[in-house]
């Protein structure tokens, strides 16, 4: 299977490169790479990766700015993409349908096809604006997985919390993985039964 992946310029960008280290490591995907230029700026600065070398993990990676790339195309058969992190800018583009960019064409053309598109936005609080354009692109197909952190795995450290959220990414597109523990429920605790007062 090819999975598109977009990174943008929006805080988070160890989300994408987290994911991309998994799929390197699963021989039956095959990993196409957008970096945006606001995220080749912020990768440096938020991870110890260099842009190369996130690069490096793809099977091929693309410039943002190509839009006659084979991820234009609907007809470049992939089984969906993931924009991990997705900056306000990126998600209003694609709920509007604005192509301006290979990140928001891949994307449009992701929807078009009827194929997964998972965005992640990262930005809190959020405004009116920042939800309706949720709710359009929801609408549209795409599935909104904000990287919120989920303590009932009792995470102790980022990677945790980092592997909890790519690992719920990863069940959206059938991909087995061990980041995530199937929650098989918890034991109630049994309370004293009580005989009859008297």
């Known amino acids: 299977m090819r999975l598109v992946v977009g990174i943008t310029g929006a805080t988070g960008v160890v989300y994408g490169i ?9 021989g039956e995907v095959e990993t196409h790479l957008i970096v945006s230029r606001a995220a ?11 842009v190369e070398a996130v690069e490096a993990l793809a099977r091929r990676s693309y410039d943002n700015r190509d839009i006659g790339a084979a991820l234009a195309s609907g007809a470049f058969r992939t089984g969906g993409m993931v924009i991990a992190p997705c900056g306000s800018r990126t998600l209003a583009a694609l709920a509007a349908g604005h192509t301006g960019s290979l990140i928001t064409r891949a994307g449009d053309v992701t929807l078009k096809e009827g194929r997964p598109l998972v965005v992640m936005p990262p930005e809190t609080p959020l405004h009116l604006g920042d939800l309706r354009r949720m709710v359009a692109l929801a609408e549209m197909g795409g599935v909104i997985l904000p990287p919120m952190p989920a303590f009932y795995p009792r995470p ?21 993985h061990t980041l995530v523990k199937e929650w098989t429920g918890r034991a109630r605790p049994r309370s004293r039964e009580r005989g009859p007062a008297g």
């Open 18 to 26: 987290r994911l991309l280290e998994v799929l390197k490591g699963v």
């Open 40 to 50: 080749r700026r912020l990768i440096p600065g938020e991870t110890d990766y260099t």
């Open 156 to 176: 102790r450290t980022v990677d945790d919390l980092v592997n909890h959220t790519v690992g719920r990414v990863l069940d959206r597109f059938g991909i087995a």
